[in-house]
């Protein structure tokens, strides 16, 4: 695939993704019955995981989104922004973290720390992607949709620079 003069190499299809979903909302709602949960959106990478995995889930979930950010080009920079310093609705919930890759950790952890703080009642974590890099902060997502080799991926969520976020697969930069 090319766009705008760069080329792509697809890494995992529409196709894969779709199921994927499926079969991961399946096992969240089994495991979510019968307790007070909300789904937890890190934005922006998690807008389009987030909203395609919402259609298979029961419809009286409930969902807050919070606007994280710690990269900057192709590197985590570090510097997590965007926790807010109080969460009312959340306290004693049951709540989902739902991210589009885990790679270092680093914004998992801090996101599981600030909700643990708030007082809810349990944190699990569900990822699109787990990329095999040597992880930085120790976080486990309970979900991992695909573990992928460590490669920089965009599409489906993901961005480079803003840009690329809406491609409907997750693919790489053929440099």
Not at 10 to 35: C, F, G, H, M, P
Not at 96 to 109: A, F, Q, R, V
Request: charge should be positive.
């Amino acid at each position: 695939m090319t766009i705008s003069s760069k080329k792509f190499k697809t890494v995992i299809s529409q196709k894969k993704i779709k199921a994927k979903n499926k079969e991961l909302a399946r096992s969240i709602s089994k495991y979510y019955q019968d307790k007070d949960w909300v789904l937890l959106g890190l934005m922006s990478g998690s807008l389009y995981f987030l909203g395609d995995l919402l259609r298979h889930l029961p419809e009286e979930t409930r969902v807050e989104t919070w606007k994280i950010s710690s990269y900057q080009g192709k590197k985590s920079t570090g510097i997590i922004s965007g926790i807010p310093s109080r969460a009312p609705s959340l306290k004693n919930r049951h709540i989902l973290i739902i991210d589009d890759i885990l790679d270092t950790g680093c914004t998992l952890s801090h996101v599981r720390n600030a909700l643990i703080q708030f007082d809810v009642a349990s944190v699990q974590i569900c990822v699109l992607l787990s990329n095999k890099v040597k992880r930085t902060h120790p976080v486990k997502a309970r979900w991992i949709g695909f573990t992928i080799p460590p490669r920089f991926v965009l599409g489906y969520g993901l961005d480079f620079e803003g840009q690329y976020r809406g491609l409907p697969e997750i693919v790489e930069l053929i440099p």
